[in-house]
């Protein structure tokens, strides 16, 4: 694999070649900083954006020209990452060397005319569409809590994130999706491409220059800047600890546990939270899996997970809403479990090893190496090998210290109410 | 070994057959820095009754899938377990209607991961107490997928398609079910069915070939294993009448769900290979419900469905279409479909595109380990072999037999679910 990274005036370049896999991605990147009035345009627009466009002005006309390419995937997406928020635009097509040189021209063809030539007439978005997507996406925000999982994800992230873009979900207030025009989505739509934003395009694959010339007519079109942008949060929190439980009709309640993460080091959070996390949740003998589900039975899932932006541990279960008390306490005491020694050491070299095989899985995973690229834009990030080196330097000490720099912020359930 | 090669994509299969008649399947590749290396065993929920000789075995539904937690118990086998972590692997299982597979993720030393794999698979320890203990955990899971709207649907459906199937039961039984589960059923299951000639071993990575059929050699000679007679399954006589045609299952929903289904003979079409009938099916079911179609583009905008997907499913002799559709306007959707599926049709230009998709698909099959893995597994405990030419398949595949599969499909054995508030 080999990478590349060149600088235009409107856009960056990220190439990775790689014969590792079959096809090729391109993924174009538009970030700014967040700004919570975009999100009723970020969804309603992708999708209009990807449902038809002046050519394939009919949903049929863009998949048949679509399944015509070999099932070539495009999508869209909007996303909040830390203080930033982002469209990305991508596509997957089989590697080009498969089929003749008409193949490759007729895909950029089909990504220049969904990015640049939507379905727009005077100055809107075609209605007919807009308001099926429209009313689609309202009817899908009040779907959210038919899926416990995902309503219980969004309502502790506004609970535990209160005051910082990582307390909205890309999902909007029906009232604010309400209100939008498909001139006023148009409008929207005419910002992405005018210097508003920074622009990262990522190509990954088998790819050569003829390849990237071929892609020209897409480069030419955008307009980015160079703006520095962030990830990270800095975010004061109240000391407080929130607790609260939501009631709906479940069988199963999900149980999320937050804690705040205070004043790491780089290291801290890139090399020792790793292994804490590890040890507390996601490796096969995790002392939540063996505490609460082996010795205890009291769940089926359950495992912790860390986020870097907005610094923060939680520990997720689903259990049966007459095991809340216990669960916690349980949690609780896991977590205190960190700070002893004995039942680090058991677990510290495995740990780092499961982590090592963990580590592996990016030479396998062609998004997480285009994300890994984008995201060293907007924050520092080692290569694969570096973190490798310095995650196996971590001590038992460095881990066992870390609880001086955890705190308990949120505890929330989703009861099943059943 | 006997050396096989998938087409088109050149990737090789090395597999071999062992005197106690475990099945070895080797897949040696240098793309990756990881190994994945599984046990499964040809046994899963759909065995509801079996016989052995002259004993007759009526299986507890949930069994399959509470053996394959008792196997893969490490926090009951601390040896083992430590061994494992020391590793840095990940150990996982799964349990289908067909197959239960035990797998180990890692990347150190696959010579050991192997041998503890084999040593989880070979070194159960089923009694009293560690079941009542599962129980809970099991429970718990049993939960987990009755909140999952889409999946207790379909459970619904199956009931009222059929009469007595296996496919009436989930893979993890009810509450009820596993309460009723003792170590004295699994270990006889564990007995009958974990026989040598009724298991295959697959691994995938970068490997040495002799070194590995070597360990599994070795290990085998230690167990001195023989091959035994495999239970035979006792099937569920099944009618093709719809057992419930119509049913409204209250759920407090904000999109109502639809589910639309037809059951039929599958021996009406005289195809013998199921998955070349249920890619014919479904080259169809994607031309007429696809966001390619027209009555796609017709019923979204006419605000009859959200969304829409549809399945081919084959039970022993029966098959059956289905439809599942998230809409606001349950009874307007189900007016139309039920004439709509009668007017199903495909061009030839529609049909060679379903085979471009169906191409790409298979040549990103092979881009990953896990899926290759997985794909040999199903085809072992479905099929009991493997295709490698299924690329052929695919494009010899005629319009003109899609067009008779089509002027075949029975409709009027209907099944309706619908949620209400």
Redesign the interface.
């Given at each position: 694999m080999e990478y590349k990274k060149i600088k235009e005036k409107d856009y960056t370049l990220h190439i990775i070649n790689s014969n590792?896999?079959?096809?090729v991605s391109i993924v174009i990147f538009l970030t700014k900083k967040f700004n919570k009035k975009d999100i009723p345009y970020g969804r309603l627009l992708t999708q209009n954006m990807f449902y038809t466009s002046k050519k394939y002005n009919?949903?049929?006309k863009?998949?048949?020209a679509v399944?015509?390419?070999?099932?070539i995937r495009g999508s869209g997406s909007y996303g909040i990452t830390g203080e930033c928020e982002s469209f990305v635009f991508s596509l997957d097509l089989?590697n080009p060397k498969?089929f003749d040189k008409s193949y490759l021209k007729k895909v950029v063809k089909y990504f220049y005319e969904t990015l640049f030539n939507p379905n727009v007439e005077d100055g809107h978005f075609n209605d007919?569409y807009f308001n099926?997507l429209k009313?689609?996406m309202i009817?899908?925000i009040?779907?959210l809590?038919?899926?416990?999982r995902t309503y219980a994800s969004i309502n502790y992230n506004s609970i535990m994130y209160k005051g910082t873009p990582s307390e909205y979900s890309v999902y909007p207030n029906i009232e604010d999706i309400e209100k939008i025009s498909s001139s006023e989505l148009y409008e929207f739509y005419k910002t992405l491409f005018n210097g508003e934003y920074k622009v990262d395009v990522a190509i990954h694959g088998e790819v050569d220059d003829d390849f990237i010339k071929e892609l020209s007519p897409i480069l030419k079109r955008l307009k980015g800047n160079n703006n520095k942008l962030h990830f990270a949060i800095n975010h004061k929190y109240s000391d407080k600890v929130i607790n609260k439980i939501d009631v709906l009709?479940?069988?199963?309640s999900r149980l999320y546990i937050g804690y705040r993460l205070n004043d790491l080091s780089f290291h801290e959070m890139n090399h020792v939270l790793r292994v804490y996390n590890t040890i507390l949740g996601t490796?096969?003998?995790s002392i939540l899996?063996?505490i609460v589900?082996?010795?205890n039975?009291?769940?089926?899932?359950i495992g912790s997970y860390y986020s870097k932006y907005n610094p923060s541990l939680t520990v997720y279960a689903?259990?049966?809403k007459k095991n809340y008390e216990k669960t916690v306490e349980l949690i609780k005491k896991c977590v205190e479990d960190m700070k002893d020694r004995k039942k680090i050491e058991k677990?510290f070299?495995?740990a780092?090893?499961?982590?090592?095989?963990y580590l592996?899985?990016y030479?396998?995973d062609l998004t997480l190496q285009v994300d890994t690229y984008y995201n060293k834009e907007f924050e520092e990030i080692e290569d694969v090998e570096t973190a490798r080196e310095n995650i196996n330097k971590v001590t038992i000490d460095e881990v066992i210290k870390l609880n001086d720099k955890i705190s308990l912020s949120t505890i929330y359930m989703m009861k099943?109410d059943n | 070994m006997i050396k096989k090669t998938f087409e088109k994509v050149n990737e090789d299969l090395y597999t071999e057959k062992l005197k106690n008649g475990i099945e070895v399947y080797l897949y040696k590749t240098d793309k990756t820095k990881n190994f994945y290396i599984t046990i499964s065993v040809k046994y899963g929920a759909y065995v509801t009754k079996y016989k052995v000789g002259k004993r007759v075995v009526e299986v507890i539904p949930g069994s399959a899938h509470f053996l394959e937690h008792k196997v893969m118990a490490l926090s009951e086998n601390p040896e083992i377990s430590k061994r494992i972590n020391d590793l840095g692997s990940l150990a996982n299982a799964w349990t289908s209607y067909y197959g239960t597979n035990y797998n180990i993720f890692g990347s150190i030393n696959l010579i050991e991961n192997l041998k503890l794999l084999l040593d989880i698979f070979y070194n159960t320890d089923i009694n009293e107490k560690n079941v009542e203990e599962e129980k809970g955990i099991i429970g718990e899971e049993i939960d987990m997928y009755k909140d999952k709207i889409d999946g207790l649907l379909s459970e619904y459906l199956n009931k009222n398609l059929f009469t007595n199937s296996y496919i009436r039961n989930t893979v993890v039984g009810e509450r009820s079910d596993i309460e009723k589960i003792t170590a004295k059923s699994l270990n006889q299951i564990y007995s009958d069915y974990y026989v040598p000639n009724n298991t295959f071993i697959t691994v995938c990575g970068n490997f040495d070939i002799d070194e590995v059929m070597d360990v599994i050699n070795n290990y085998m000679d230690k167990l001195n294993l023989k091959p035994k007679t495999i239970p035979t399954r006792i099937k569920d006589k099944e009618k093709l009448e719809v057992n419930v045609p119509y049913e409204e299952i209250t759920k407090d929903l904000e999109a109502n769900r639809v589910k639309y289904a037809i059951k039929m003979d599958k021996r009406i079409f005289g195809i013998k290979d199921d998955n070349i009938l249920k890619d014919y099916l479904i080259a169809i079911l994607s031309s007429n419900f696809s966001p390619s179609s027209k009555l796609y583009e017709k019923y979204r905008l006419k605000e009859l469905m959200l969304s829409i997907s549809y399945n081919v499913y084959t039970i022993d002799d029966i098959l059956i279409i289905s439809l599942t559709s998230i809409t606001k306007n349950p009874d307007e959707f189900i007016k139309n479909i039920k004439k709509d599926i009668r007017k199903l049709k495909i061009t030839k230009i529609e049909f060679e595109r379903k085979k471009k998709k169906y191409i790409r698909n298979y040549l990103l099959d092979f881009d990953n380990i896990e899926d290759i893995e997985y794909n040999i597994a199903l085809s072992l405990m479905i099929d009991g072999k493997i295709n490698y030419h299924e690329f052929s398949d695919c494009i010899n595949a005629k319009y003109e037999e899609a067009l008779r599969v089509l002027s075949l499909i029975n409709y009027d054995n209907e099944c309706i679910i619908k949620t209400i508030k």
């Open positions: 590792r896999f079959k096809s009919t949903k049929s863009v998949v048949s399944e015509d390419l070999y099932g089989l498969y007919e099926m009313k689609e009817s899908s009040k779907s809590k038919d899926n416990p009709p479940f069988n199963q490796m096969n003998d899996f063996n589900r082996e010795e039975s009291l769940c089926y899932t689903g259990i049966n677990l070299e495995s780092k090893k499961t982590i090592n095989t592996n899985n030479y396998d099943g | -």
